[in-house]
C-alpha cells in the first residue's frame, strides 16, 4: 500500500473570498475536502505542515489523512493554488478516497544511475520524453514515482513503459501501447558531423539527376515527333 501522510487541520465554518481571506490572516490555509458523494468540508491548514509536502515532486500522488477533530479523512490533493506575487500558498483541494475508489493521478519519472550511461558518458544527451505519466489506480496502488535505470544505456537508445515494473493494478493512462519515457540522442557535435557529412552527397547527387533529366527530354521530344505523323496517317480499308 502507498506510504500516507497525517496532517492535522481545523474546521472553517464559512466559504467564500472573503472568508477566505479572513482564514489566510489568521495564519492558516484554506481549504476543501470534496467527493464520495458528500457535501464538502472546508477546512484550513497550518501552513508549516504543507510547506513540507507541497514541493516534493511526488505530492499529487500522495495519500494524506487529514486528522479533523479527531477523525480522519483519507484524501489525494488535486490542486494548490499560489500568491502570483509571493509564491505563498492560498488554497488548496482534496479529493475525499473510499476504498472502491478509483484514482487518476500523474507520476513523476526519475532517472537513476547516470554516471553508468555510456552513451551520456560519450557526450549523448538526455532526452526525458515523459516527466510525468499519468495512471489510474487504486488508493493501495499509486505509484509515488516511475524510476528508470539509465545503466548500460548508449546513444540511440531509449526505453519504454514495457521494461518499466509497475505496480499490481496501476494502468497507463496513454493510448499508445509502449511509448518512450526516456532516449539518449547524440552530441550537438555529432549530428553536425554527419550534416555536413551528408550535404557533399546530397550536392553531387543534384547535377546528376540534372543531367539525366537533360538527356531524357530530347529522346521525349523525338518520340513525340515519331508517333505524331503516325497518328495522322489514315487507316488502310
Same mark, same amino acid.
Request: charged letters at 25%; hydrophobic letters at 45%; one cysteine or more.
Given at each position: ?5 497525517? /496532517? ?6 464559512? $466559504?467564500? #473570498?472573503?472568508? %477566505? ?9 484554506? %481549504?476543501?475536502?470534496?467527493?464520495? #458523494? ?9 501552513? *508549516? ?6 514541493? *516534493? ?31 505563498? /500558498?492560498?488554497?488548496?483541494? !482534496? ?6 475508489? *478509483? ?9 537513476? @544511475?547516470?554516471?553508468? %550511461? ?8 538526455? @532526452? ?6 499519468? !495512471?489510474?489506480?487504486?488508493?493501495? @496502488? ?15 537508445? =531509449?526505453?519504454?513503459?514495457? =521494461?518499466?515494473?509497475?505496480? *499490481? ?26 550534416? &555536413?557529412? &551528408? ?16 538527356? $531524357?527530354?530530347?529522346? $521525349? #521530344?523525338?518520340? &513525340?515527333?515519331? &508517333?505524331?505523323? $503516325? ?7
Amino acid at each position: 500500500m502507498s506510504a500516507v501522510i497525517s /496532517i492535522s487541520a481545523q474546521p472553517r465554518e464559512r $466559504a467564500g #473570498k472573503g472568508a %477566505a481571506r479572513s482564514t489566510r490572516r489568521a495564519g492558516r490555509v484554506p %481549504a476543501v475536502i470534496y467527493g464520495e #458523494k458528500q457535501e464538502p468540508t472546508l477546512i484550513s491548514v497550518e501552513p *508549516k505542515e504543507l510547506e513540507r509536502l507541497v514541493h *516534493k515532486k511526488a505530492f499529487f500522488a500522495t495519500l494524506l489523512d487529514v486528522d479533523l477533530a479527531g477523525k480522519k479523512h483519507r484524501v489525494l490533493p488535486r490542486d494548490v493554488q499560489f500568491n502570483p506575487v509571493t509564491d505563498v /500558498i492560498e488554497h488548496l483541494d !482534496f479529493q475525499r478516497i473510499g476504498k472502491d475508489t *478509483k484514482i487518476h493521478v500523474n507520476v513523476p519519472v526519475v532517472v537513476k @544511475n547516470e554516471l553508468a %550511461a555510456p552513451g551520456l558518458k560519450r557526450g549523448g544527451v538526455l @532526452n526525458l520524453v515523459r516527466h510525468e505519466i499519468p !495512471f489510474t489506480c487504486s488508493p493501495e @496502488n499509486i505509484p509515488q514515482q516511475i524510476v528508470v535505470d539509465l545503466t548500460g544505456l548508449d546513444i540511440g537508445a =531509449s526505453i519504454h513503459i514495457s =521494461s518499466i515494473e509497475l505496480p *499490481k493494478g496501476a494502468t497507463p493512462n496513454l493510448r499508445e501501447r509502449d511509448f518512450t519515457i526516456v532516449t539518449i540522442g547524440a552530441p550537438s557535435g555529432l549530428k553536425a558531423d554527419a550534416e &555536413a557529412a &551528408a550535404a557533399p552527397a546530397a550536392a553531387a547527387a543534384a547535377p546528376a539527376a540534372g543531367a539525366a533529366a537533360k538527356t $531524357a527530354a530530347p529522346a $521525349a #521530344k523525338t518520340a &513525340a515527333k515519331t &508517333a505524331a505523323p $503516325a497518328a495522322k496517317a489514315p487507316a488502310k480499308k
